[in-house]
C-alpha cells in the first residue's frame, strides 16, 4: 500500500480519489485550503511552501504518488483571473517540483495532474497569457488577462489549464521525471458533475452557455468516474504512460477537433523534430 498526496481533497474529483484511495487502502494525505489533513491556501506562496513541506514530513520524504485536483473555475470577480494563475497553475508546478525528490525515492511514482478540455475548447485563449504562466510569471500574464475585462476569467482558465498541460508534457521526459521513475500525466475532463460545475450553473447566463456546449454523449461527467481513472493512472498498469493528456469529456474535444491531431510532424518542423532526435541521444549517452 502507498502513500499518496491529493490536493483538493475537500470537494469534487479530489475528494472521490480520497475516497477510493483510502478504501484501496492507501494512506492519503489530503491538502485543501478547508477540512484537510495539510490546510493551507494555495494561492499564497507562503501557502504552497506550507503545504509541500508538511506534506514531506507527514510522509516521511517518500510518496509513491500525488494527484493535484485543487483548482478554481472561471466563475466572475475582479481578483479571480490572479487566483485562478495562483492555485491552478502555482499551485500544481511548485508543489510538483517540491515533492520530486520524494517521488524519486518511491518505486515507480505516478503523478496525476487536473488540467482540463477547455484546453482545447475555448477559443482565442491569448498565447502570451499560456506562455507567461508556463513559465511561473503571473504578474504578466495578469497584465494580459486585465485588458480582456469580463472575459478574463474564461481565459484565465483555460489559459492556466493550457500551461499546466504543457508544463506536464515538458517535464515528464526529462531525466528528473521519466529518468527518475516518476510518470507524469494529465487528466483532462469535460463537465463533470461537482461543487465548481454548480457554482457555473448557479448563474443564468453561464448555465444556458454550458448546457449549450456540444457533448456528444449528453450530459455532465460523474466524479466518482473520473476519480477511478486517476486510480487507473496512479496504478502499475499505467508504467508505460508518460506525459500524455487524456481526455474524459463525452466527446466534446473530438466534436471541435476531429482530425487535428494526431497528424505527422508537417515539413516546417522536421528540423525541430531531428534536433529533439539528436537531443534525445545525447541524454542517453550521458546517462
Ligand atoms: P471542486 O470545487 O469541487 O474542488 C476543488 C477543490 O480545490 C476544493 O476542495 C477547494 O477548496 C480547493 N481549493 C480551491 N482553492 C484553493 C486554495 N486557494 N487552496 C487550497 N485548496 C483550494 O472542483 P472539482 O470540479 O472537483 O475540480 C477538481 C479539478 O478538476 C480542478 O482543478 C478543476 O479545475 C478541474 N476540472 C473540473 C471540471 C468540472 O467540470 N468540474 C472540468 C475540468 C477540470
Known sequence: MGTYAVTGSASGMGAAVVDRLVG????????????ADVTADLSTPA?????AARVLEQAGGVLDGA????GLGPAPGRDRARLIAEVNVLGVTELLEAWQPALAAADRAKVVVF?????TTVPLVPGRVVRALRDGDVEKAVGTLRLLGKAAPTFAYAASKTALAHWVR??????AWAGAGIRLNALAPGAIMTPLLEQQLAT????????AFPVPIGGFGDADQLAAWVVFMLSDAADFLCGSVVFVDGGSDAWFRATDWPR???????RRYTGRMKEFRAQRRRT
Open 47 to 51: 501557502g504552497r511552501r506550507a503545504a
Open 24 to 35: 484501496d487502502g492507501h494512506r492519503v494525505i489530503g491538502i485543501d485550503i478547508q477540512q
Open 170 to 175: 515538458r517535464h515528464a521526459v526529462t531525466p
Open 264 to 270: 505527422a510532424v508537417p515539413a516546417r518542423h522536421l
Open 67 to 70: 494527484v493535484l485536483a485543487a
Open 204 to 211: 443564468p447566463a453561464e448555465a444556458r452557455r454550458i448546457k
Open 115 to 119: 488540467a482540463s478540455n477547455s484546453t
